[in-house]
Structure formats: structure tokens, C-alpha cells
């Protein structure tokens, strides 16, 4: 999970999660390279909670545990998160 602070987009801290998506078809098993489902949360103040604002999954499968000490998947995925709130806001 990332919390990020961007007052342009919001006042209170974005929310980002990445959950990984297995392929049992393709025989991934839990620590090989996955796609992740992305999906980024902002405060809306009218209802006075988070709201979803951003969903997608990523294109590109990250590596697994047993390749990498940590998965790095919000890190990578950022600037496509941030572009991505950036067109609702328009």
C-alpha cells in the first residue's frame, strides 16, 4: 500500500494498492512474476470517505519472491497512477 501526499489532486493522502493477479491457467504458482491489479483512492469531501478513482491491471507480470527481495509494483506503477488521476480531473 502507498499513501502519497499530492495536493494538487488531493488535500488528504492518496491511497494506492497492488494486488497480485495469478494465472492458474499459465501454471503461476505464488512467488513467480505476476500482474498486479492497481487500484488508487481519494478523498472525496462531499462524502466524507475514500472513493475509487483509478482500477487497471498492469501490463507488465513483476517478479516474484523468488527472483527479488521486495516487489516493487506501486513504485513502477506511479506515474501511470498519477497521469491516470489527472484525466478525471479534467
Avoid at 462531499?46 to 519472491?65: A, H, Q, R, W
Amino acid at each position: 500500500m502507498g499513501l502519497w501526499s499530492i495536493p494538487q489532486i488531493s488535500h488528504l493522502p492518496i491511497v494506492a494498492t497492488a494486488d497480485f493477479v495469478w494465472d492458474f491457467k499459465a501454471g503461476e504458482t505464488h512467488f513467480s512474476s505476476h500482474r498486479y491489479l492497481v487500484k488508487a483512492y481519494v478523498f472525496d469531501p462531499t462524502s466524507g470517505k475514500y472513493d475509487e478513482k483509478v482500477s487497471y491491471e498492469t501490463t507488465t507480470k513483476y517478479p516474484g519472491l523468488d527472483d527479488e527481495d521486495q516487489v516493487h509494483v506501486l513504485r513502477a506503477e506511479k506515474p501511470t497512477i498519477l497521469t491516470k488521476l489527472g484525466q478525471q480531473a479534467n
